[in-house]
Structures are given as structure tokens and as C-alpha cells.
């Protein structure tokens, strides 16, 4: 199986062997979480989580369900989600006075309850998040973990005196989710969302758009402004210091938690299976032991102290010592698995009191002796952590070209790249875009000022962004 | 409010005030869980994961929605789930092929899948569990974490080679959950259910009744023995060692979370508001500084000292120098929240380097030097901790009575007492228990071995056990 000449048959084989997911459940869109993709989730969600608090935000949790006029009253958000959502309508044999939906995202879950909440600018800022699952019943093909119609996530919400705060919110939120994607390893754009695809009632939204091996773009997180969008609708009301009262100014963001995995896949593994960064690697080392018959009771004894040694430490680590496998078999079973660190203890390691370690990266093999074990380890996770956000780094770079026209365009898309376009900001042009090049428009980058050298790569007007175009999930 | 006296009102003031809850999210049966409330939960569920790892279960996640097809396979359980399931039947505009319903449980969620998985006996045992929301519609008036038509729980779900091997499990289960509870310092009695009492698609099912101020029995945790009940419709075989092809014999079994926390703040609460033992509090130590104009800048680094001097033990502290409340007032806030240990630190324990400690279940004093604080916390922690469960074991003595007639059974549970009869085991006479009495029979200990001294309470033939009787949540 190959990452990047067939992406989908490869990255399928990787959620089934490695145990990430199980694709087979009777229902569309609907999957499995096998436990070793859910060990990893719930360790993203630890350093998301972490950090949502050291910057003010409390973990509430909403219900799943919305009555139907709570959702109706945010006009645009109605139109963005409608067709998209799960409703309930009966329960046993009886039919709902009140239709249910089921969250899709949980502004109208939420907002209804700031407005009991909010009295005072005192109760201001207010920071609420919740890891939760959302259902979209999405009718493009469903692809697991990209694109299914159950979906892990973590959103936050929060209200503000005024735009200006809401402002400073958007950053802190570019900022924590950019400080986790980091410390994943992971590589993508930060764009600003064309007015046409932002987030529904936001008054504009900001994208982390990670690559993916066939080229698509995998949205990994977003932050949106919503200004008083739906305060006004909610009635979110405060009683400012000068006694005046105002509307709250919103902003909300959610963390992908199914597409970071996806992403985390994609970009880092390779055609042996997964490479997990070490700090959410359910098991950070695995221990091997090389038995032969006339010393496999000193290596075994050996292979426990080394997994002592190294347990203390405070390291996840497993010593596979079952006998069903032979140790080359047991390699590929742990290297599908993604462990950054292998051990392997032999009579040779045994006897001279060393050990044989490997990292998941580059599996290059590299002799210590057992008191430098630990330091050794460290330093490899710290090698495998550098060098998978270096490489993927490196990727993104590579998958952007520049496109002057539409020919060249077209063939960075067909070719499953991201291309980078000036454009005049005119929705007419945005949609030949696409029909050019079955891209689309993803928006302009709001990290780093780029100014257009070109005229729009459609009407040939005066350009107003750089923008980057791709497929997506 | 008293705790005693007019429960209900006491116990919803608990829940507003320390925020654990608000229960004005306007779709009846749905609640919204606080912050206070949310970081209560994810202590609990710490403490039950780690036990449930350590025993050998994998976390998996199950997707919500269940087709109905799966559901109803199992003809007991369909009878016993039909009447209170939410069905999901529409997705945008259009009616859905195959109705879905909101897992009430995940049994048929799960079922299909362990049949895909398990081929072997090497396969064996698998056991699973997941912390999610399960959703009934209760037709009984619903109340705020007992019975709520949303609710948390954690169930696990294991397949066994046989009848003995699951007989093994249901006792490693009652384990588990009694050493968690016990954590708590909850009291409770282990029953096994009567028959027509059990798990819809048990053999048999053992539940956890605690006990509560107004003598309903709030339900926090069953196991149940499956047989072979679902193994044989949703065909999950395995092959034996010998080459034979058999059915597993299942388990699974619930923890109630909603019921825990509602349990928690039932038994070890006061009319001062929450009490939480240490292990399950947010916040463990609350420093309140008080302060006098002229020494107001001493009293406050002084505090900050003492604050930093708990906090880097690793403690959950928190300094309330807020100067919008009177030291009372946060005397009478941080009760309310429960929190165990208060530390007052004035302008005598700073010119003293001394702080005075108070503990949460009694509110006595005592004063300490610094350098003894963390010691003298950590043993208050230990007190309280006791304290709470010293009490609830007595209150649940104190509630058990003994009946030996319709007319004293009458007027124990009357009296909002939990009854001990002598029954006869047959459902005539389950029946008119229920009728005289108002109670249901919950069922006979399995930890301890209790011989009926005398006949049936309601036909005077010959009793075989001696059962429980009590209204319920």
C-alpha cells in the first residue's frame, strides 16, 4: 500500500490494522472508534483541553438535542445547517409535540441559555467549551474520519462587551489551536474564509486547512467572529458600567477532533502504518525481546528489568513477550501501530547489559547500554517529534504552486496539488474558478501579509488577494 | 432549605447554586451540565476508567444511533426499551430509509460488531466499555440528574468462553463498582434484582441501590449476566480450543454517572450547600485572605505565600483575593460549592506565620504553622473523606426497618424508610407488596447471605427471601 500514489486504499488499511476505526457499522456515515484510536483521541483532547483552561475557558456540557424554534431563529445559520440536520420526531409510539434535531454544532443549544446567564458586564467575558460528538448528514460520499455524518469535535464559545474584545478572542483562539496543531507535528494554512464560505451567521471566519496526501484539503479547525449576529436573535443582552445595556459580541471555534486524527495519519505515517508523535502515542516504547532457546530465560529476566527501568520513568511502555509471533513479525505489528520507540533486547544486548533501540521514523537501529537507555528514549521522541513536523512541513511547501492561468491552474489541481491565485474578490470569478479546475477558493492567508503581483487569474482586473485553491473533504 | 425535611427543594437549590446544573434548557428532560458539574464528572469517571483499565477493558466509542433492525433482534429487549425511545426518522428534507433510534443502551450498537470480531477463542475475553449520554424517554415526571431523558453513564460490555468465565466477570464488575463507590464514600445496597426486575435480556441483573434523604432508592450502577441471550441473535460465535464452534457468554454492566453525582450530593451534602470529598473536588483548599486596611499588603503576600506553599504539593488550590464579597461572604460562597478544606489566613496567622484551617463536614477551626499546613490539609482531607462515609453508612442503617406486617410495611415506606420483608417469591404477592405499600421490591443481598425468619409478609406460606422493599427513582 502507497501514501501517495493511492491514498484512500492506504490510509483505509491503516484505520483497520492499526485499530483506529471500524468502518463496517450497519449505518452510513456512522463508525466505530476501536481502542487505540480512541486512546489517541482522548490524549489530543488532553492538551486541547489543558489549554482551553489556562486561558479562561470552563468545560460545560449542552444537550445533544435542539428544539426546532431555538434552531430557526438565526436566519442565515437555518439556511446553512437545515438541510443537513438529524431530526427527531417520535419517541416509542408517540409523535413530538416539538420536533428534535440533533446538534449539527450548538450555537442555538448554547445561546438560548447565555441569555439567562448574562446580566452584568461582570458575567463578561464568558469561556465555554465541550467535547462533544455532532451530526451533519453530509450527501457527498462519506469518508471515514474526513467526512462522516457523526463527528468528534470541540467547540467553544464565548461572549464579549464589545467587538474589540471579540477581536482579541479570535486571536487567542488562532493561537491555542495553532500551539496544539504544533505540538501534533502538523502542517497547514491559516486562511481567512471567502465571505461567501463563512461559517453560517459568523461575520467572517478563519480556517486551519492541514494537506493531505491526494491533495485535498483536510479543515482542520475554525474560529469564527460572530459579532451580534445572534445575540440580537437570543437577545444576549448586558448591563454595561455606564448602566447602558448592549448586545454581547460572540465568537466561537471548533477543533476537528475526528480530522486532526485523520490529518495525524495522513501527514506523519508512511507505508509500514502509523507514526504517532510520542506524547499522544497510547504506548510510547515497545519492548522486543530476541529469545533463543539456550538463554530465553536470561532474556526474558533481562527484558523485564529494561521494561522496569524504563516503566519508572513515569514512559508508556509495553514488553510484548507473547510467543505467537516471531520478532520480525512483531516489528511490523508494532510499526502499523505507529510506537515511536522500539527496543529490542538479545543475548548480545543481555550479556553486555544493553539495549538495541529503534525509532519509528527513520527505523534506524542504534546500540545502548542500559543506564543510557532512558536518556536515549527522550532524546528519540524529541528526533521523532522534530522530524515529523519538519517533514510535513516540507510537503506543504511542496504542494503549493503558483498559477498565472487558468491552464496552469487546472493542472495543479488535476495534478493534486494547492494552487496559489490572485483574485479580484468578485464571486463570479471565484465560481469559474472552480469550473475551471474543480478547485476551490480557500481563502487568503491572515499570518502573513501577501500582496498580488498578478491581475485576477480569471477577469484579468485588478487583483485584491492571494488566495489558494484546492479540492477539500 | 433543609436536606431532611423538604428534599427536593433543598437538592435543586444545590444544584442551581453550586453549578452543577441548570435545569431550564427548554426541552423537558434535557439539562444543561455547569462547569462546577462538568469538572465533578471528569474526576468520577477518572477514578471508574482507571479501575476499568486496570482490569483489562479497552475504551472504544459506539456511534449514537442504533438502525432498528439491530434493535430488535433481542424480542426481551425490544419489549423492555420500544416504549422510550427517541427515533431519528428524518435527515434535512427527506424521510430516512431505515428508522434510527438514540441509543438507550449499546447493546445492539455493539452486538453486530463483537460478531465481526471475535472468530477465536484467542479472541476472548473482550471487554469494552465507553463514557457516553444515553437517551429515554421517561414518561415519569423527570428530575434533574436522577431521572433525566439524557443521561451519563459509562457501560462495559465484555464476551466469555463460557457461563463460568462470565460468572467471573459479573464478580469483577460488582468489584469495580463497589470500590469506586466506596471511593466516593457512597452507601448502598448490592441486590439481585427480582426476575421480573431484570435487564431486559438477562439472565439476571445485580444493581447498586443508594440510599436517599426522602427514602427513594436512586439506582447507581447494575451488572447483568446476558447467557447466551444475545450471542444467539446476533450470532457472535467463536471456535473453541477443541475445534467446536460455540456461542460466547456475555456481560455488560452500567455506571450511572448523573445518579453518582446526584447520589454524592444526596447522602454527604448539608443545609449549607455541597460537600465534595477531596478526591472529586475541582477546587480542594480555598484560601481566604482577611484583610484590614492597615495591614492589608502583609495579609495578601502572606496569603499568596501560603497559596503557592499548597499549590506546589500538587493540590487543587485556589486564592479567592477577589474584593467584591466580605470574607463571610466567601465563607458562605466557597460552603455552597463544596469545597473540603478552608484556609483563613489574617493579620494574626501572618504576624504568626500561622493559618487557621476549617474542614467542610463539621466547620471547626484549628489554627497551624505554615511549615505544618500541607500535613495538616492532607489529614483533613483523609477526615473528611471518612467523615462522609462514616455518616452515610449509619443514615443508610438508620433507614433500614424491618416489616413484618402489611400495616408496619405501610408505614415504612410512608415514613420515606426502606423495608426488609420475608417473601415468598411469587409475583402475586410482588404485586400486592406494591400495592399495600407503595414500594417495589428491589431485590436480596448477594454480599451477605440473609435467611428468612419468617413467612411471606403477604401470604404467610413459606418465605426464600428476605427482599427490600422502597419506592424509587
Redesign the interface.
Known amino acids: 500500500m502507497k501514501k501517495f500514489e493511492n491514498f484512500s486504499e492506504w490510509f483505509d488499511e491503516i484505520l483497520f490494522n492499526a485499530e483506529i476505526l471500524?468502518n463496517?457499522?450497519?449505518?452510513k456515515g456512522?463508525?466505530?472508534?476501536?481502542?487505540w484510536g480512541?486512546?489517541i483521541?482522548?490524549r489530543i483532547l488532553e492538551i486541547l483541553e489543558r489549554k482551553l483552561e489556562e486561558t479562561g475557558h470552563?468545560?460545560?456540557?449542552?444537550?445533544?438535542?435542539?428544539?426546532e424554534d431555538?434552531f430557526a431563529k438565526e436566519s442565515e445559520h437555518i439556511r446553512g445547517f437545515?438541510?443537513?440536520?438529524?431530526?427527531?420526531?417520535?419517541?416509542?409510539?408517540r409523535e413530538l409535540e416539538?420536533r428534535?434535531l440533533?446538534r449539527p454544532t450548538s450555537e442555538t443549544?448554547m445561546y438560548?441559555?447565555f441569555a439567562?446567564?448574562i446580566r452584568s458586564h461582570?458575567d463578561l467575558p464568558l469561556k465555554?467549551y465541550q467535547s462533544v460528538?455532532v451530526?451533519r448528514?453530509e450527501?457527498k460520499a462519506t469518508r471515514p474520519l474526513f467526512r462522516m455524518r457523526?463527528f468528534?469535535w470541540n467547540e467553544a464559545h464565548t461572549a464579549h462587551r464589545n467587538w474589540e474584545e471579540a477581536e482579541k478572542q479570535v486571536k487567542e483562539a488562532i493561537e491555542i489551536y495553532d500551539f496544539v496543531f504544533k505540538r501534533l507535528g502538523l502542517s497547514y494554512l491559516i486562511l481567512r474564509r471567502p465571505d461567501f464560505d463563512k461559517f453560517a451567521g459568523a461575520v467572517y471566519s478563519i480556517a486551519f486547512d492541514a494537506w493531505n496526501p491526494d491533495g485535498r484539503i483536510n479543515q482542520i479547525g475554525t474560529v469564527h467572529n460572530l459579532g451580534e449576529n445572534f445575540a440580537k436573535v437570543f437577545d444576549i443582552t448586558y448591563e454595561d458600567i455606564d448602566g447602558t445595556h448592549r448586545n454581547v459580541t460572540q465568537t466561537c471555534y471548533g477543533f476537528g477532533v475526528s480530522r486532526v486524527v485523520a490529518a495525524i495519519i495522513a501527514q506523519h505515517s508512511d507505508d509500514h502504518g502509523l507514526i504517532l508523535p510520542p506524547e499522544i502515542a497510547p504506548i510510547q516504547v515497545i519492548i522486543i525481546p530476541i529469545v533463543y532457546k539456550e538463554v530465553a530465560q536470561e532474556v526474558n529476566i533481562y527484558a523485564k528489568e529494561v521494561y522496569e527501568v524504563i516503566r519508572r520513568e513515569g514512559i508508556r511502555v509495553h514488553l510484548d513477550d507473547s510467543d505467537?509471533k516471531t520478532p520480525g513479525e512483531k516489528f511490523y505489528y508494532w510499526e502499523m501501530f505507529g510506537v515511536p520507540v522500539r527496543v529490542e533486547v538479545g543475548p548480545r544486548d543481555q550479556k553486555e547489559r544493553k539495549v538495541t533501540i529503534t525509532d519509528r521514523v527513520h527505523l534506524r537501529r542504534r546500540v545502548v547500554n542500559i543506564e543510557d537507555a532512558v536518556k536515549a528514549i527522550r532524546d528519540l521522541f524529541d528526533e521523532v517529534e522534530r522530524e515529523l513536523a519538519r517533514r510535513s512541513k516540507i510537503i506543504l511547501k511542496e504542494l503549493i504552486t503558483d498559477a498565472s492561468d487558468t491552464s496552469s491552474l487546472n493542472e495543479i489541481i488535476k495534478g493534486r496539488k494547492i494552487a496559489r491565485v490572485c483574485w479580484c474578490e468578485s464571486i463570479e470569478c471565484a465560481e469559474k474558478i472552480r469550473e475551471v479546475s474543480g478547485g476551490e477558493i480557500r481563502g487568503y492567508r491572515i499570518d502573513v501579509e501577501e500582496v498580488p503581483e498578478r491581475p485576477c487569474i480569471i477577469c484579468g482586473q485588478a487583483a485584491k488577494k492571494v488566495v489558494y485553491v484546492a479540492r477539500a473533504y
Chains 1, 2 share one sequence.
Open positions: 471500524d463496517r457499522y450497519p449505518v456512522f463508525a466505530v472508534y476501536k481502542a480512541s486512546r483521541i482522548k470552563v468545560p460545560m456540557l449542552f444537550p445533544l438535542v435542539i428544539p431555538a437545515s438541510a443537513e440536520v438529524f431530526w427527531v420526531t417520535h419517541a416509542g409510539e416539538k428534535l440533533l443549544a438560548p441559555m439567562l446567564w461582570a465555554v460528538a451530526y448528514y450527501t457523526e468528534l505467537d
